[in-house]
């Protein structure tokens, strides 16, 4: 009879009722005291649940090989020569366990090595892939380095990220609408005041100042314009040096993107810098509600920040697709790209980190946010239809039918007006926050490629197939 914990013959044996084991009395009950199951089945068990078993005490007898001097001496050197036997085994296998660590760690290092270099391989390649897909694409202008897969902002720019979203969200909802903007029955009043004759052939976008009055736009023969509203003509020319592909305002400069893969900074009609280092077009740029960042986006799949105070890349990320236009949040917390593949895919931009991706049908021609946050508007190429969906559903709540393909689509300063501009007509579509409904104030026959607010939502610039400007606004 040997004790199940210790394995000896115990001096006071005990049973357990449940699982019949022999247990030496002391040895159960302090495990008892400590765990309250039977060490061998897992089973509860109690002091209660123990049988005392009676056995006669007869007192084993000395082994023969242990009732002399002698015999107690050999017995010794038996046991000194099995513990330096064991003693000479340990060292082997340690001397053999530190040989596999040593190799084992040489792998290691081998293996982060090649990583390191497949990496750089692959970064190389996509760039080239990208080079190769645009056919002809120029090198970097500014002498940036690449950096694929993109990288957090300098803390400058974290910080006023995070300033520039708690300030903007904490205002937004309580945020009333100013004094003199246009009304529903001022929108639906809209005719055709003033149209220019056609500028520049090719042109794709239209962007209008904070003020209202000057519109820069530009087309395929690499010259921008910047066309002043009151007075109907053009104020300024802008030289390029090649098509124009997008435009936006910073303030009181001008800011133009070109076929070429640059970005060109312009104040007062000179050029006071450039960037960019996109292998091909660049096909979109938006600006940051801190107007401390631009981003361009390209067919190169990729898109790039820069810090406007020194002209230069902080971050690029490359995506999975041709990028046909981007859009900062209206928080400035999160980077919108639309794709050639039918996905709208979402970025944090302090880290440049992909958030999610929805798909939209077709490939992305246009995406506009409402200052209301949760909404943003989305035209996809070919389709009459626009979207409009719920960034916290992550889902297309509305869908408008303009009969003809929609090519631009904007919301105004309040989030109360979506403009949109087609092949067929330029339309508002007024979303009414008390009964929560939508309505149509106007809908003019006038063909546009994009579309632009005025002042206080008084007017509507649409830019013409021709190249020319068309201005909407009440009698």
Request: proline share 5%.
């Amino acid at each position: 009879m040997l004790c199940a914990i210790s394995g000896e013959a115990p001096q006071a044996p005990v049973a357990s009722r449940k699982s019949g084991n022999v247990f030496e009395k002391r040895l159960i009950e302090a495990h008892i005291a400590e765990h309250h199951t039977d060490p061998v089945t897992g089973e509860d068990l109690s002091v209660d649940d123990l049988i005392e078993l009676k056995s006669p005490r007869i007192v084993a007898p000395r082994p023969p090989n242990l009732t002399s001097i002698p015999s107690l001496l050999s017995a010794f050197q038996n046991e000194w020569d099995a513990i330096v036997l064991e003693t000479f085994t340990l060292k082997q296998q340690l001397a053999q366990t530190r040989q596999e660590l040593s190799t084992a760690l040489y792998q290691t290092d081998a293996a982060t090595r090649v990583v390191a270099r497949l990496t750089r391989e692959r970064d190389e390649a996509r760039e080239a892939l990208s080079n190769v897909t645009i056919s002809g694409g120029g090198a970097a202008a500014d002498g940036d380095a690449m950096q694929v897969d993109g990288r957090a902002l300098p803390e400058e720019l974290l910080a006023k990220v995070d300033e520039t979203q708690q300030q903007l969200f904490a205002t937004r909802r309580k945020r009333p609408i100013p004094d003199g903007w246009a009304t529903a029955d001022d929108v639906s009043a809209f005719q055709v005041k003033t149209s220019s004759d056609p500028l520049h052939p090719g042109s794709s976008t239209v962007s209008v100042d904070a003020s209202g009055d000057r519109a820069l736009f530009g087309g395929t023969d690499g010259v921008a314009a910047v066309y002043s509203i009151s007075q109907q003509k053009v104020v300024s020319v802008l030289k390029c040096g090649a098509p124009v592909t997008a435009t936006s305002w910073w303030g009181s400069k001008a800011i133009v993107a070109t076929s070429s893969g640059t970005v060109k900074v312009f104040e007062n009609g000179d050029e006071m810098a450039q960037m960019g280092s996109h292998a091909g077009a660049v096909t979109s740029i938006s600006l940051h509600p801190s107007g401390s960042i631009l981003a361009s986006a390209g067919a190169d799949k990729r898109f790039i920040f820069y810090h406007l105070s020194t002209f230069k890349s902080v971050s690029q990320v490359y995506t999975e697709a041709e990028i046909t236009c981007c859009d900062f949040h209206v928080d400035g917390l999160l980077f919108f790209t639309g794709g050639l593949d039918g996905n709208i895919r979402i970025f944090d931009v302090k880290s440049g980190a992909p958030m999610a991706v929805l798909e939209a049908g077709g490939p992305v021609r246009d995406l506009s946010f409402s200052e209301n946050g949760t909404w943003f508007a989305v035209a996809v190429k070919g389709s009459s239809s626009v979207s409009v969906w719920d960034l916290r559903k992550q889902t297309a709540i509305k869908y408008f039918d303009l009969g003809s393909p929609v090519d631009g689509v904007k919301w105004d300063y309040t989030g109360q007006y979506l403009a949109t501009a087609g092949a067929g007509s330029v339309s508002v579509q007024q979303y009414t926050k008390a009964s929560k409904s939508w309505s149509e104030p106007v809908r003019r026959a006038v063909p546009a490629r994009a579309i632009a607010w005025g002042a206080s939502a008084s007017s509507l610039v649409a830019l013409t197939p021709d190249g020319g400007l068309s201005v909407l606004s009440a009698p």
